[in-house]
Each structure stands twice: as structure tokens, then as C-alpha cells.
């Protein structure tokens, strides 16, 4: 998702109000809504069954989920007649045509959800309760992707594997033994608590030769062939299939041939166990991997 997801939602306080951009409609503001459709409904899906010929039935194919379009009827009723002019102003400003989706969050039965889009339509016809200062209208917004997400990230990070010391032989034994500290396996668990696979974001920091990110129970397998110093940074966006370095170079060419197409790294809901791995003759334990997610819901 999007960045400044720190103040998507930060003008929202019940139910029944939706954030779009810097704009609170809904319950306590003059945009008064009617109906929001499409928020609970499955997207439109694409289909790739293939019919069997003489016989009935199809053979199953691929189902993807395309864009969702939502849509919000509402009337303006200020609270002063003379705020009209400036809360349409305040409308249109924020509903304008862009090219660039938006943070768009709506609250409805205790949840709040965030999605990003961008308005395509607006109707406010100018009949007789435009003139009075009361009128009616919708907006439409189409979300390319067609999931929703948890407002709040979650993250996980580990560093490399690390072997326990086991006991010291050196002077002797002496009770109660003394083990030495607890090796780190290089284990994180992902909890996606949605009913939608998400994508991630994966950091990998260095000193490290080789990073990688294993799903275990699937075996799905990001690994990048690179050496990255101490104060390297390589993100993997898997919604945008991008692998940039420090957030400027492009590194997506040093994919290995064990690594999946990034877009194909998807947390399916429920839990999912990973392990980072690397060039272990070149281990150094300040490496880590940091993974990013949101909870995605159909």
C-alpha cells in the first residue's frame, strides 16, 4: 500500500464515516450518507473455466478478482445555510479529477478498513435543493486493487540463524551448568487475519551475501544474488514487483533462479512461517529481514 498511512484515518471517531484523502464525510460531517454499495460486495471476477467438450461441465480454471467500484449517495445539509458555498468548495477541491489513487477508509460495524482509489465520478445535479443549499449527489470511486486492508501494519524481523555455544569445557564443570545464550533459528511467523491473500514488503539489511525469505510450509522462495554492506537496504514491494536498492536502483535482474516472481509471494490467510537464510560463509549477525503486511479482506 501507500505511504503516510499514519494519518489515513486519523479524522475518523464511529461508524458510518468515510476518510478520503484529507476529507471526512459521513455521521457528524455535512455530507450526510445514504447508501455506500459495493464495500461489501465481491468484486467482478474474471473467470478461466474452459467447457468440456462432450461432456457437461467445465474444467476449472484461474478466478482473479478485478477492480471494485464503489459508490456513496449523500446530501449536503449544512448547519448554517451560509457554509454552503465553502463546504462544496471543500468538495469539489478533494474529489477533483487525478491520475494517482488516494487512502480512502470507511468504518462500518466496528470495522475500518482502507483501500485506495480514485474518484471517476461525481454527480450533483443542480435541481431545487442545490439552490436551497441542500442537495444530493454520489461519488464514485474505482479501486485498482480490489482488496481491503487493515489501517495498521503489522511487521515482523529476525536475523540470521545462530548456532548455540552449548557448554563451555574449558575450566571445568560446575552446577548449575551454565549453557550459554539461546541461538536464534531465523524463523518469523506471518499472521494474515483476513480472509484475502496479501503482499508484502520485504526488507533485507545487510552485512549479508545472498539474502533470501522462505515460506516453509509452501516453499515459495524470494532469494536475490547481491552483497549487501552494513548500511544497505534491499525492498521487495511484492504488490508492485519491485527490488530496489536504498530506495533509488533498481536490483529486480539479481532474482536468482530458485526465486519466485515476486508478485507470486503472497501471505494467504492464517498463519505462514518463513526462515531467512543467506551465503552463511559470510554470516554476520547484524543481517536481519523485516516483513510488512496488512491484514487483506475480501
Known sequence: MA?????????????????????????????????????????????????????????LGQMLAGSRVLQWDFSILPDDPDDFPGILNQLRAATALGQEERELVVQLAGARRMMRGRV?????????????????????????????????????????????????WGGGLEWPLDWGHAGSAGTLNVVNAGDAPAHPVVEFRGPVVRPSLVQTHSGLVLEYDITLAERDTLT??????????????SRLYTATRASVPEEAFTVEPGSTPMAFRADMAAYDPRASVTVRWRHAFW
Open 236 to 249: 521487495v514491494d511484492c504488490a508492485a514487483g519491485t527490488v530496489v536498492l536504498n530506495g533509488a536502483a
Open 120 to 168: 471517476i465520478r461525481r454527480l450533483l445535479p443542480a435541481d431545487r435543493q442545490y439552490t436551497k443549499g441542500e442537495p444530493s449527489g454520489s461519488l464514485v470511486w474505482e479501486c485498482s486493487d480490489p482488496r481491503r486492508y487493515s489501517v495498521r501494519e503489522s511487521r515482523a524481523r529476525v536475523g540470521l540463524p545462530e548456532g548455540e555455544p552449548g557448554l563451555d
Open 3 to 59: 505511504p503516510h498511512l499514519r494519518t489515513a484515518d486519523r479524522l475518523i471517531t464511529q461508524d458510518g464515516q468515510i476518510q478520503y484523502s484529507n476529507l471526512l464525510l459521513g455521521e457528524e460531517t455535512p455530507f450526510v450518507g445514504e447508501r455506500l454499495t459495493g464495500w461489501d460486495d465481491l468484486p467482478d471476477a474474471d473467470v478461466a473455466n474452459v467447457a468440456m467438450p462432450g461432456q457437461h461441465g467445465v474444467w
